[in-house]
């Protein structure tokens, strides 16, 4: 059953389907109206005085660390990291079906827990991307 592109999921929540509206939506316009953030974003360590980059509620100050952050997310630097990024998803791919082929039990008695698994890409992609090693943490080679 198709119900479109747009569906009211609750009073004041709407999810969108149609992958060409993510610019529309989240997208800066020049000259629109700033919405400011809601209570949503607040993080704890708004409780420790620092804030971030999604939790920053200042319209100036989210603008300059948008600006600081920009080059690193722009479409010629992520191709750059692609072939990184790819890498070690073909090796998150091959470490869950190691464990699936041979019934490999972790710790907790899991088969595979896709959470953790995930969190190991993340980290290596992450450790890869901010210290330029491919070693710094090796989660999905250790698999731990």
């Not at 109206?33 to 971030?52: A, E, I, Q, R, V």
Request: proline share 2%; glycine share 10%; aromatic share 12%.
């Amino acid at each position: 059953m198709h119900l479109g592109p747009i569906i009211r999921v609750s009073p004041n929540l709407l999810s969108v389907t149609d992958a060409g509206a993510w610019k529309e939506i989240y997208g800066h316009h020049t000259g629109d109206k700033t919405f400011l953030k809601g209570d949503f974003y607040n993080t704890d360590l708004k409780n420790f005085g620092l804030s971030h980059i999604v939790s920053e509620h200042g319209v100036a100050r989210h603008a300059r660390m948008r600006r600081m952050l920009a080059h690193a997310f722009s479409t010629k630097a992520l191709m750059e990291q692609e072939d990184i990024i790819q890498g070690y998803v073909d090796l998150l791919i091959k470490r869950v079906g190691q464990r699936y082929a041979e019934k490999e039990r972790g710790p907790d008695g899991e088969y595979c827990n896709l959470v953790k698994w995930y969190n190991y890409t993340t980290f290596d992609i992450i450790g890869d991307l901010a210290f330029g090693e491919s070693t710094a943490f090796s989660c999905l080679q250790e698999r731990k």
